[in-house]
């Protein structure tokens, strides 16, 4: 149901754009939707919730350096990464829900992996 891409080597200060492929099953424009990511040997975190209705919500690891964004057409979420970080090194996953409830939902992609490094 949830297909991530986009994720890469970059340099610190560099920029990516993540997307994740929902299937038909879902209308993204009706759901609240929620990017995590792993880092390693670090917990799942939460990164930025975009709900339904519009409001979008970040972490302050990532408020001002990341944008959560839809294409409801293409049913795809997005996750625009900018001046990225060292500490923003881990595999991203987009899931269903948001901050308070994703870990409902027990479908998940296979991530994917952002590693920024000179």
């Known amino acids: 149901q949830l297909m991530e891409s986009g994720g890469g080597l970059v340099q610190p200060g560099g920029s990516l754009r993540l997307s994740c492929a929902v299937s038909?099953?879902?209308?993204?424009?009706?759901?609240?939707m929620t990017w995590l990511r792993r880092g390693p040997g670090k917990e799942l975190e939460w990164v930025a919730d975009l709900l339904a209705r519009g409001p979008t919500a970040y972490s302050d690891a990532v408020r001002g350096r990341f944008t959560i964004s839809r294409d409801n057409d293409k049913n795809t979420l997005y996750l625009e990464m900018n001046n990225l970080e060292p500490d923003d090194t881990a595999i991203y996953y987009c899931?269903?829900?948001?901050?308070?409830?994703?870990?409902?939902?027990?479908?998940w992609g296979q991530g994917t992996q952002v590693t920024v490094s000179s």
């Open positions: 038909s099953e879902v209308t993204i424009a009706k759901t609240d």
């Open positions: 899931q269903l829900g948001h901050r308070g409830s994703w870990h409902t939902f027990p479908t």
